[in-house]
T-cell receptor
Framework: DVKVTQSSRYLVKRTGEKVFLECVQD?????MFWYRQDPGLGLRLIYF???????EKGDIPEGYSVSREKKERFSLILESASTNQTSMYLC???????????FGPGTRLLVL | GQNIDQPTEMTATEGAIVQINCTYQ??????LFWYQQHAGEAPTFLSY??LDGLEEKGRFSSFLSRSKGYSYLLLKELQMKDSASYLC???????????WGLGTSLAVNP
C-alpha cells in the first residue's frame, strides 16, 4: 500500500511565524505535490516537484516555498504566515507516467 | 482555458443508485480520475478512465465519452458511508498535474 504521511494533523501558528509542513512517501514516487483546500474553492495546487531539487509553481505559489532534498520528502514552507493561509494542506505523490495521485492525511493549519 | 464542471450537491436514499456527472473542457486529454473524500479526510482514488466506455469496480462504475468531454460516476446499492464529496480530475497531455473539479457533495439518507 502506498503510504503518504504528513508531519502534523493540526497546527496553530501566529501571524508572521515561519511554518514548515513536511510530507514523506514510501513508494519511490517521482512526483510530489502540495495543495490547499478551502470550502467552495476546491483543491488548489501550490507547488509540485518531479525530481529531487526540482520544483515548479502551481496555481497559487505566492507566500509559499518548497524544498525537496530527498526523493521521499517534500516540504512546504510558509515564510511569514498570514491569516489567509489558514487552510487544509494536502500532500500527494504519484509515479511518473502513471499519474494517480495518493494523498497524505492532511494538515489543518490555523494562523491566528 | 481549463474547466471542469460538477454539480455542487446531490442527495440520494440508502439502497438506491446515483449518477454524478462531470463535464470538462481542457486543452488536450490524457485521462480522467474520480476520487472520494470524506469530511475532514484526504481524497482517496476511486477510478481512472482514459478510453471511452464503462469501467466497473464493485458497487462503483465510471464512464467516459471523450468526444463529449463527459464522464459520470455511478454508485449502486448506496450505503450511508458513501456520504462524501466526489472529485473529478483530468490529466491533460504531457502534464504531471491534474485539473480538479470542485467536487460533488453527496448525502445519503436512510
Amino acid at each position: 500500500d502506498v503510504k503518504v504521511t504528513q508531519s502534523s494533523r493540526y497546527l496553530v501558528k501566529r501571524t508572521g511565524e515561519k511554518v514548515f509542513l513536511e510530507c514523506v512517501q514510501d513508494m519511490d514516487h517521482e512526483n510530489m505535490f502540495w495543495y490547499r483546500q478551502d470550502p467552495g474553492l476546491g483543491l488548489r495546487l501550490i507547488y509540485f516537484s518531479y525530481d529531487v531539487k526540482m520544483k515548479e509553481k502551481g496555481d497559487i505559489p505566492e507566500g509559499y516555498s518548497v524544498s525537496r532534498e530527498k526523493k521521499e520528502r517534500f516540504s512546504l514552507i510558509l515564510e511569514s504566515a498570514s491569516t489567509n493561509q489558514t487552510s487544509m494542506y494536502l500532500c500527494a505523490s504519484s509515479y511518473q507516467g502513471f499519474e494517480t495521485q495518493y494523498f497524505g492525511p492532511g494538515t489543518r493549519l490555523l494562523v491566528l | 482555458g481549463q474547466n471542469i464542471d460538477q454539480p455542487t450537491e446531490m442527495t440520494a436514499t440508502e439502497g438506491a443508485i446515483v449518477q454524478i456527472n462531470c463535464t470538462y473542457q481542457t486543452s488536450g486529454f490524457n485521462g480522467l480520475f474520480w476520487y472520494q473524500q470524506h469530511a475532514g479526510e484526504a481524497p482517496t482514488f476511486l477510478s481512472y478512465n482514459v478510453l471511452d466506455g464503462l469501467e466497473e469496480k464493485g458497487r462503483f462504475s465510471s464512464f467516459l465519452s471523450r468526444s463529449k468531454g463527459y464522464s459520470y460516476l455511478l454508485l449502486k446499492e448506496l450505503q450511508m458511508k458513501d456520504s462524501a464529496s466526489y472529485l473529478c480530475a483530468v490529466r491533460v497531455l504531457n502534464n504531471r498535474k491534474l485539473i480538479w473539479g470542485l467536487g460533488t457533495s453527496l448525502a445519503v439518507n436512510p
